[in-house]
């Protein structure tokens, strides 16, 4: 995916499985926390999880709404439907399901 104003050059690596690995093009000046230190941020960005179908991730997002998480809307990403939230230390998640080419998978 080309860079944009908002969203930096992205690759979506295929890993099998139904699991993959999106790989972002940063400058390095802008990567936080120390690379080489333990618990320091460094280059990885958030982890995602899958789940079967957008209307599992529908169920979790009002689950975590309940649980009074910090979360965002489910959004449309590419061919995955993506749902970030952060954790109690603040790490930023993603639980993502794929979308048909309708959209409504």
Not at 26 to 50: K, N, Q, T, Y
Not at 64 to 82: D, F, K, N, T
């Amino acid at each position: 995916m080309a860079a944009t104003d908002d969203h930096p050059r992205m690759a979506i690596i295929d890993l099998g499985g139904g699991a993959a690995l999106n790989a972002f093009e940063v400058a390095e000046e802008s990567i936080v926390g120390e690379r080489r230190a333990m618990g320091g941020r460094g280059p990885i960005d958030h982890f995602g999880l899958a789940v079967d179908s957008r209307a599992t991730l529908d169920v979790l997002r009002e689950r975590m709404v309940a649980a009074g998480a910090e979360i965002g809307e489910i959004q449309r990403l590419g061919g995955e439907w993506s749902l970030f939230f952060r954790d109690p230390d603040g790490m930023e998640l993603d639980v993502c399901a794929h979308a048909g080419p309708d959209g409504t998978d």
